[in-house]
């Protein structure tokens, strides 16, 4: 429920329905179910929220595990990997993304969404960064990832009034190449986003 998630993320939490979506539906695990570690350096401020990224997480083998403490113990994996200093990891200030869905589509809360995230570079400011557990370019999403990936995009969308043409994909704003989110993740977000 989003009375467990940080009211402040949601300046708009009281609506009572999202685009036909009710929002009692909308389930958000908070960022306390998987870590209790706090940001390790201040962060930049978010700012107006104006555009929405989808990631994969992109691991070499494919991700099947939808366990709730598995998937616990793989955000904080990345959370640690993301904030770890190089070269074990990236010296990020937090997990990159703010928001993850798992396989069986549960929406779990990362990086407040008072912060910049740190998932597409040059490309933060403005920009909500949603992961989705796998490697699609090994494996297809599952419908419960695809229902749970649509829910927060169309629930972001309306707190935030974003058209579709402001649903990205990592590889379309990257500086460098990147398959990132996949081509069967790809696939489902120019379904639903309608190009």
Do not use: K
């Not at 009375?3 to 306390?32: C, H, K, N, Y």
């Not at 107006?48 to 366990?67: K, M, N």
């Not at 793989?74 to 703010?98: K, M, S, V």
């Not at 829910?151 to 190449?177: F, K, N, S």
């Amino acid at each position: 429920m989003t009375s467990a998630v940080d009211q402040s993320v949601f300046p708009d939490a009281t609506r009572p329905r999202v685009l036909g979506l009710a929002m009692e539906t909308l389930a958000i695990l908070p960022r306390a179910a998987f870590t209790r570690a706090a940001p390790t350096v201040a962060m930049m401020p978010m700012g107006s929220i104006e555009r929405l990224t989808i990631h994969h997480s992109g691991f070499p083998q494919a991700w099947t595990l939808d366990d709730h403490a598995l998937t616990a113990e793989h955000l904080e994996f990345i959370r640690r990997f993301h904030t770890d200093a190089p070269p074990a990891g990236r010296g990020w200030a937090d997990i990159g993304y703010h928001f993850a869905v798992d396989r069986v589509g549960r929406v779990w809360q990362g990086r407040s969404l008072l912060h910049q995230g740190a998932h597409v570079r040059n490309h933060n400011q403005h920009n909500v960064g949603i992961v989705v557990l796998g490697n699609f370019d090994l494996q297809s999403p599952t419908p419960a990832q695809v229902h749970g990936l649509t829910d927060l995009v169309t629930y972001l969308r309306c707190i935030y009034t974003m058209g579709q043409m402001e649903i990205w994909t990592h590889r379309e704003l990257a500086d460098e190449p990147t398959s990132c989110p996949g081509e069967m993740l790809m696939a489902e977000v120019r379904a639903f986003r309608g190009f």
